[in-house]
């Protein structure tokens, strides 16, 4: 099984610059996440999602946008990228009701420069 | 707010010594615990959990008890070894769909 994939592994963007971090499971998992992820601060929940077309609010979403066509996609799209967006970005599915705990990407590190 | 606090890296131990790596957290409810486990370039894995006081995970040599009293779970192993060097993070979680981190515990076995 691939559980979760994430594309692409690493990224350079300059200020202002667009772009959008992919994010695969093939799990059937009805939740996903981003999280980033910046040294000595732990995991930020940027959005999730519960299911196919409901996407909400994280502790961090400013600057980010996300959307959930399918059940196995979840892609996060940086519109105007800022030296602050600068991090190791996570996405992470999870089904309730099976043993709790997330399955986690191998994550996207992205520079703005 | 619900938080978890652990303690802070980067930590160096030497082959066969015990680790400890401590882990407080504060809930508005009766949360269930995690320890998740990041190794270089790679994404975080379940190491172990707990959902309830009392109870203990285990897994790959490691454990923690979920203490309610202490609003603790430690994560313990009585003999590390080099391919334990890695990142640990304490995690919790009220619902089971939004999950609060600790900040990571760096972890480095010499031989």
């Known amino acids: 099984n691939a559980g979760v994939t994430q594309t692409p592994k690493f990224r350079i963007l300059k200020i202002g610059q667009s772009m959008t971090l992919q994010c695969t499971q093939d799990?059937?998992?009805?939740?996903m996440y981003w999280y980033r992820q910046d040294p000595g601060m732990g995991l930020k929940l940027i959005y999730y999602s519960v299911g196919a077309g409901i996407t909400d609010k994280g502790e961090v979403p400013n600057g980010y946008n996300v959307s959930r066509s399918t059940t196995e996609d979840f892609p996060l799209r940086l519109e105007l990228a800022a030296p602050s967006q600068t991090s190791v970005y996570f996405c992470?599915?999870?089904?309730?009701?099976?043993?709790?705990?997330?399955?986690f990407g191998s994550g996207t590190r992205l520079t703005v420069v | 707010g619900d938080s978890v606090t652990q303690m802070e890296g980067p930590v160096t131990l030497s082959e066969e010594a015990f680790l400890t790596i401590n882990c407080t957290y504060t809930?508005?409810?009766?949360?269930?615990l995690f320890w998740y486990v990041q190794y270089p370039g790679e994404g975080l894995q379940l190491l172990l959990k707990?959902?309830?006081?009392?109870d203990k995970g285990s897994n790959k040599g490691f454990e923690a008890t979920y203490r309610k009293e202490t609003t603790s779970f430690h994560l313990e192993k009585g003999s590390v070894q080099v391919s334990d060097s890695a990142v640990y993070f304490c995690?919790?979680?009220?619902?089971?769909?939004?999950?609060?981190f600790g900040t990571g515990t760096s972890l480095t076995v010499i031989p």
């Open positions: 992470a599915s999870s089904q309730l009701g099976q043993p709790p705990g997330y399955t």
């Open positions: 707990a959902t309830k006081a009392d």
């Open positions: 799990m059937n998992h009805n939740y």
């Open positions: 995690a919790l979680t009220l619902t089971g769909n939004q999950f609060y």
């Open positions: 809930a508005t409810g009766y949360p269930s």
